[in-house]
């Protein structure tokens, strides 16, 4: 087919510069979260902020609509189509945003960012409180804009720049069905632990360059490609970089190798679907990744679907003792399983099992939009956080750290992505039944260091696929079902009960 000087041929071009410059502003924030000296924050929060404003600029320029409007009518392929789709969709949200609060709401962002940092570490609100209020005002008023101009709800119109389609009241739905199970399965599985041998976590210290010899050796096994990523060390685990450079991090506890090793399972899978992505369709919005309930999914399937598998903790037994030096009984397989499944409830959300996941995520869930709303201020944050946490899962944080402060999400201004973390960890388990029927002894190939299946098959039926469907689109394609808690409430109760297995 061929549409030299059509429309949409200039609509790809244009695309590609975006998407360009889009990659260098995320270099520039991984940078500014792992490597940048403090005293240069200021400037990088007004190099951030300018080129913000410059791709906007390109983004609303007048001259898209015309010639989506044109493409629309000329003779294209199915990916091409969804290209003009997905082009549609990223000028209709940066029209929705008033140019002039795309330079102050950058510097918020990254002000209030580098000040969680360190008031995160000292124990201090009062210190981020100033900062996340102004914030605040700034993605209350975007939401506003973009509310009114994309005809949403004004939490749906945060939402969708994470989650393309997904509705809230979707999500109400879902989270009933969970919240409706989720207690009496958390104490019915707490009943059971507590008749079973104590999980007891192997004695430090596990110095840090010991953790990440480990955590390298994990990722080869798991196909990340080192000449084109790295890892690195952060306050909080997260997966970035740009178009084949993928970048992750993680956080170490010289008390606690467990987290920082499922923190870095969980960023390479994040990764894994970074570098599966369309090659031909790099640099062009219809070969993004499709959205974050999809981009949660896949990180949530190789840390909770396989990385806590009996099968996954059998074969990395050996690794662990050799790389951390462990001898003992604390250091067998029979063990080392009941601590990475052992179910609490725990304070933190990375490091929350799979049962009691979910129910972190609707207190955040429940916060932000109340936040958004007007029916709480950030000065209420924390007496909320405390209350909610005691609600859904039964514990007070003892401090902010534990608290209303640990996670960043907020203070880099994201609002509306949490509830995708649950929609995610649904996903990865529906995705993951639908793998093991097309390979059936996929967990025995885990068990053997074998990733090779697991991830040929991810590449053909979710990571290649790209925006070619919606989110939900993609979840049934790959599944044959659309979306729902059904799966994922199986395999908890195949997991921690035994049921059905």
């Keep these: 087919m061929s549409l030299t000087n059509s429309a949409y041929t200039e609509l790809e071009t244009r695309a590609k510069r975006i998407a360009a410059l889009d990659d260098a502003l995320g270099i520039l924030g991984w940078d500014q979260e792992v490597m940048m000296p403090d005293a240069a924050a200021e400037g990088r929060a007004t190099q951030m902020a300018t080129m913000s404003k410059i791709i906007h600029e390109m983004q609303t320029d007048e001259a898209w609509d015309e010639l989506l409007k044109t493409a629309q009518g000329e003779d294209l392929d199915d990916w ?24 102050p709401m950058t510097l918020a962002r990254a002000d209030c960012g580098h000040t969680w940092r360190k008031a995160r570490h000292d124990n201090n609100w009062e210190a981020v409180k100033p900062k996340l209020e102004k914030l605040v005002g700034f993605v209350r008023e975007a939401a506003k804009a973009k509310s009114d101009a994309l005809g949403l709800p004004l939490y749906d119109a945060l939402l969708d720049q994470y989650d393309p389609g997904r509705k809230s009241a979707q999500i109400d739905a879902l989270f009933a069905e969970l919240k409706a199970e989720l207690p009496q399965l958390l104490e019915k599985v707490l009943t059971k632990q507590a008749s079973e041998p104590v999980a007891v976590l192997p004695e430090g210290p596990f110095p840090v360059e010991r953790q990440q010899a480990l955590s390298l050796r994990i990722m080869e096994m798991l196909k990340f490609d080192f000449e084109s990523g790295r890892l690195d060390i952060s306050s909080h685990p997260f997966s970035g970089g740009a178009t084949g450079d993928r970048r992750i991090t993680t956080r170490y506890d010289e008390d606690d190798f467990t987290s920082s ?20 369709w790099a640099y062009q919005p219809v070969g993004n990744s499709r959205g974050m309930t999809l981009h949660e999914s896949q990180s949530l399937l190789f840390e909770m679907q396989a990385g806590r598998s009996s099968e996954f903790i059998t074969h990395i037994a050996p690794m662990l003792r050799e790389e951390l030096g462990g001898s003992g009984p604390h250091w067998e397989v029979d063990n080392l399983t009941r601590v990475y499944q052992k179910v609490d409830r725990s304070l933190i959300r990375v490091d929350a099992d799979e049962i009691t996941y979910p129910l972190h995520v609707m207190l955040r869930y429940r916060l932000e939009r109340q936040l958004m709303d007007g029916e709480i201020e950030v000065a209420d944050l924390p007496t909320a956080w405390m209350e909610a946490m005691d609600d859904l899962i039964g514990i007070r944080p003892p401090s902010d750290v534990d608290g209303v402060m640990q996670d960043i999400h907020w203070y880099e201004g994201i609002f509306g992505y949490f509830p995708t973390y649950t929609l995610g960890a649904m996903t990865a388990a529906q995705i993951f039944a639908s793998l093991r029927k097309d390979v059936p002894d996929v967990l025995d190939q885990i068990g053997q260091g074998e990733w090779s299946n697991l991830l040929a098959w991810l590449r053909t039926n979710v990571h290649g ?8 689109g993609l979840i049934e394609a790959a599944t044959g079902a659309p979306l729902s808690t059904a799966p994922f409430l199986v395999h908890l109760k195949q997991r921690y009960l035994g049921e059905g297995c």
């Design 80 to 103: 091409q189509a969804a290209n003009v789709r997905e082009i549609a969709y990223d000028y209709a949200h940066a029209t929705a945003l008033p140019s002039k609060l795309v330079e």
């Design 465 to 472: 696929q790209g925006c070619l469907h919606s989110p939900d």
């Design 261 to 280: 090793l499922m923190g870095t399972v969980h960023e390479t899978g994040h990764a894994q679907y970074e570098a599966g992505r369309p090659k031909q």
